[in-house]
């Protein structure tokens, strides 16, 4: 492993792939297990830079896709760099742009489908959309979102992207599926992955060297497969054995569809079978309940915009689940959103205040909610690290989910 980048294990959790440990990056270190909150367009929506070190984010993860249309992977390059950029000091991750590549397939509905020939184009498509990308076996075709521009990702170009983008972890391009597809396709797309993933070890290969000046980026490469066992495990085991000319992957993504009530087997699979000294990204997941199963089956770091979005809409989280502030209930509550809560919204600001920023429409709203948010999934996954070292993990996970509801 090249200068700057390295994992080390902590404490295993017994009898579970859960462990906690330590990523070293140019950039800082990240104590793990953590959540990584989303600055999609390198920034976290309404939140300063400030305020994510002080509720106690240790890194940030923006995405390739958006930062490649605007303003420019070349621009943000020119700055110095993501972190330069959006005046973040610590470490940064960006995924590839795969899964919002693939996403405009189907005119931006939330199931991502590829098979064209498994679906009617009706069934997929939302309502005065067109499919705005096309997948081969070179790369995908895809319209801009911003103004219809015609562009092109490759693995290649995903590497390119990534490392003008310059965070310390990137992620190898892939072609992400849903539960929907057929078996047959998600063999498919799981071969074109694995053939992808070689592509982008070569070019990362190539771009490290060219760009040796410049601080060490990690590739983790992303595995895919859907709900099925036999081709988790595979991709787990091709990825781990992967090497380009002595080149491996620095870390594992866990991507694509998983259904909720088979999460943990399918991180417990995959983790089976990856190597126990290297990182786990789990991509996409966010929600209590699926950040305790995924931390007790051995993921290290995550990431998801559900924090922050549902924020911007009134949603702020509790120890009972999460609630809308709007509501006329909490017009004249003049308590903390959480009681128990230490971060910056909860230790100055009343419920009835953060209800009136709502109703009122003022910006301070969602940002006030924002922090308080992304603090709660940050210190829930803190929590869960102290609870490993402290030997208690699932003491923990039964008190807090005996009492926290799902709101979805
Ligand atoms: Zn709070």
Not at 253 to 282: F, M, Q, S, Y
Not at 348 to 364: M, Q
Not at 380 to 400: C, H
Request: hydrophobic residues 35%; proline residues 3%; charged residues 25%.
């Amino acid at each position: 492993m090249s200068s700057g980048f390295s994992f080390k294990v902590g404490k295993q959790l017994p009898n579970r792939l859960g462990r906690t440990g330590q990523i070293t990056t140019p950039h800082g270190v990240i104590n793990t297990p953590a959540f990584i909150p989303v600055g999609t367009k390198a920034t976290l929506k309404s939140v300063l830079p400030e305020s994510l070190t002080e509720l106690g984010a240790q890194a940030v993860l923006a995405n390739a896709y958006h930062l490649y249309l605007q303003p420019g992977s070349d621009l943000v390059d020119q700055a110095g760099g993501l972190g330069k950029f959006m005046n973040w000091s610590g470490p940064t991750f960006t995924d590839s742009g795969g899964f919002q590549v693939l996403s405009l397939g189907v005119g931006f509905k939330k199931v991502i489908a590829m098979d064209e020939n498994t679906f009617e184009s009706d069934e997929v498509i939302a309502d005065d959309k067109e499919r705005l990308a096309h997948v081969d076996d070179d790369g995908v075709t895809f319209k801009s979102h911003l103004d219809g521009s015609l562009h092109r990702f490759t693995p290649e170009v995903s590497m390119q992207v990534q490392h003008q983008l310059g965070a310390d972890i990137i992620f190898g391009f892939d072609e992400c599926t849903t539960l929907h597809n057929t078996r047959s396709y998600q063999e498919k797309a799981l071969e074109r992955t694995r053939l992808w993933a070689q592509r982008c070890l070569v070019e990362h290969d190539r771009l490290t060297k060219l760009r040796k000046d410049k601080p060490y980026q990690a590739l983790f490469g992303v595995l895919q497969g859907a709900q099925y066992e036999e081709l988790r495990r595979k991709a787990a085991k091709d990825l781990a054995s992967m090497s380009m000319d002595g080149v491996s992957f620095d870390g594992f993504g866990i991507g694509g569809a998983l259904d909720k009530n088979k999460l943990g087997t399918i991180v417990n699979w995959v983790n089976e079978e990856l190597p126990v000294n290297k990182p786990r990204h789990l991509l996409g997941i966010g929600e209590p309940d699926d950040l305790f199963v995924g931390v007790e089956n051995g993921a290290d770091t995550f990431d998801c915009v559900a924090a922050s979005r549902v924020a911007r809409n009134n949603a702020v989280y509790g120890l009972d689940g999460r609630f809308n502030i709007s509501v006329s209930a909490f017009k004249r509550d003049f308590t903390p959103i959480d009681e128990s809560c230490g971060c910056y919204t909860c230790k100055n600001y009343s419920r009835a205040y953060l209800n009136h920023l709502f109703r009122a429409k003022e910006i301070l709203g969602p940002t006030l909610a924002t922090i308080h948010n992304v603090h709660f999934i940050v210190n829930l996954v803190e929590r869960m690290r102290l609870a490993i070292e402290a030997g208690d993990f699932l003491d923990f996970k039964s008190d807090f989910l005996g009492r926290y509801k799902n709101s979805n």
